[in-house]
T-cell receptor
Framework: KAGVTQTPRYLIKTRGQQVTLSCSPISGHRSVSWYQQTPGQGLQFLFEYFSETQRNKGNFPGRFSGRQFSNSRSEMNVSTLELGDSALYLC????????????FGPGTRLTVT | AQTVTQSQPEMSVQEAETVTLSCTYDTSESDYYLFWYKQPPSRQMILVIRQEAYKQQNATENRFSVNFQKAAKSFSLKISDSQLGDAAMYFCAYRSNTGTASKLTFGTGTRLQVTL
């Protein structure tokens, strides 16, 4: 069974631009969570989606948004990029919101210049 | 809010030896899960082992085992017979089992070096 896939793997953007990252969960998994990883702040929870509904949201500004499609694929969007948004963005999927095991994708490395 | 603390930024172990990584957490909840994740240089997070708080028995997965002390809020990872492939960042993580809170709260990580 294929694992969690994330596209693109690497991305370079300039300040003020917006970016969309994509995550395809493991087949049969309906819950998708997003995390931001930076050297300074470590791993921080962004949001979680289940059955196209946002269930939880972390403490991030409104510039960070996401959505989930009927096939469970998820996208996250960051508008008006800032230098501090440079990070590794990790997506994780689980079979359902009640299943505790989350499986991570390889991440998207975003660099903002 | 729950917090997870890993007080060892770096650890080193010789191949074939045993090493223990420490993790403490703070929570007022009684129903939760604890995890250890491994992040090698490829940056892909890999689930190493999990522990349900309601289980008294410590989890074991091959060479990996945990020492779960619920009252002390301690959750250490023991790696036996260390291998070069064990070199990675190790993150301890907490997940509530209350309501809809399914997010993982991570510690700051411990970088494990494995030497010959």
């Amino acid at each position: 069974k294929a694992g969690v896939t994330q596209t693109p793997r690497y991305l370079i953007k300039t300040r003020g631009q917006q970016v969309t990252l994509s995550c395809s969960p493991i087949s049969g998994h309906r819950s998708v969570s997003w995390y931001q990883q930076t050297p300074g702040q470590g791993l921080q929870f962004l949001f979680e989606y289940f059955s196209e509904t946002q269930r939880n949201k972390g403490n991030f500004p409104g510039r960070f948004s996401g959505r989930q499609f009927s096939n469970s694929r998820s996208e996250m969007n960051v508008s008006t990029l800032e230098l501090g948004d440079s990070a590794l963005y990790l997506c994780a999927s689980s079979r359902s919101a009640a299943v505790y095991e989350q499986y991570f994708g390889p991440g998207t490395r975003l660099t903002v210049t | 809010a729950q917090t997870v603390t890993q007080s060892q930024p770096e650890m080193s172990v010789q191949e074939a030896e045993t090493v223990t990584l420490s993790c403490t957490y703070d929570t007022s909840e009684s129903d939760y899960y604890l995890f250890w994740y491994k992040q090698p240089p490829s940056r892909q997070m890999i689930l190493v082992i999990r522990q349900e708080a309601y289980k008294q028995q410590n989890a074991t997965e091959n060479r990996f085992s945990v020492n779960f002390q619920k009252a002390a809020k301690s959750f250490s990872l023991k790696i036996s017979d260390s291998q070069l492939g064990d070199a990675a960042m190790y993150f301890c993580a907490y997940r509530s089992n209350t309501g809809t809170a399914s997010k993982l709260t991570f510690g700051t990580g411990t970088r494990l070096q494995v030497t010959l």
